[in-house]
């Protein structure tokens, strides 16, 4: 398993950052993981920290060296990470429990696995195009979807930075996960928060991705991206992988869904 990654988070023009992210390896299997805390809600680096470190805590038990179902793996470990936020929410004493999006993957035997919840995202990127993505769990994205607004409508909409699926709080998360996808040599995985995608273009973050090792492509999308939000900069996050493997042994590919070193 050959792969090079990089990792950034910054504050932008906020107080403080309430994003996380995190990657943790075996000699066989990744686990990538990016949350941001909800703002409108308080203690929103609190839930996002104990998403990453539930996730990691996690695969580093469970990984031995790969996940035996990763897509179980992802399943259960969002789900715990919701009702630890939960009870440290009640063993603090908050009035509300702090909220936050997820996006986490695994990738083992050449293939990735992710799930998420809100509007922090996954790109997987081949050939500098989008082989796939995820689909933001906004209110925004639904009115699109329902072609209610366009696209230049959605960025300015007030609506815009609502989620309707998160982990924390009294509803339970609707987490969706992808299917199974064969990674090729030279092919990008980045996880990101919105502050980081919602200045580009998909376009503009994809080449660039696809055209510079991550270590050059992450704080070069991150400098762009301070400069056109300008003084309403969130905080912004960025987690880049490019694949260097190409061999897949078909006897192991499994049928379930995900797997990953921690940061926070």
Known sequence: MK???????RIGKRKSNQDRMNYSYTRDALLMVVADGMGGHLHGELAAQIAVQTLSESFRNQARTTLADPLQFLLRAMSQAHLAINQQASIQGLADAPRTTCVACVVQNNTIHWAHVGDSRLYVIRDAAVLAQTRDHSHVKMLLEQGRIDAIEAVHHPARNLV??????PNPPDIECSRKTLLQKGDVIALCTDGAWSPFS???????????????AVPHLL????QLAGRHC????LLAMQWESSFADPSKLSDASFPGKPAA
């Open 202 to 216: 998909d376009d503009t973050l994809v080449r660039t991705l696809a055209s510079q090792p991550p270590m050059t």
């Open 164 to 169: 309707y699926s998160c982990l924390g709080g």
């Open 3 to 9: 792969f090079s990654i990089f990792q950034e988070s």
């Open 234 to 237: 969130d905080n912004l996050t």
């Open 223 to 226: 400098d762009q991206a301070e």
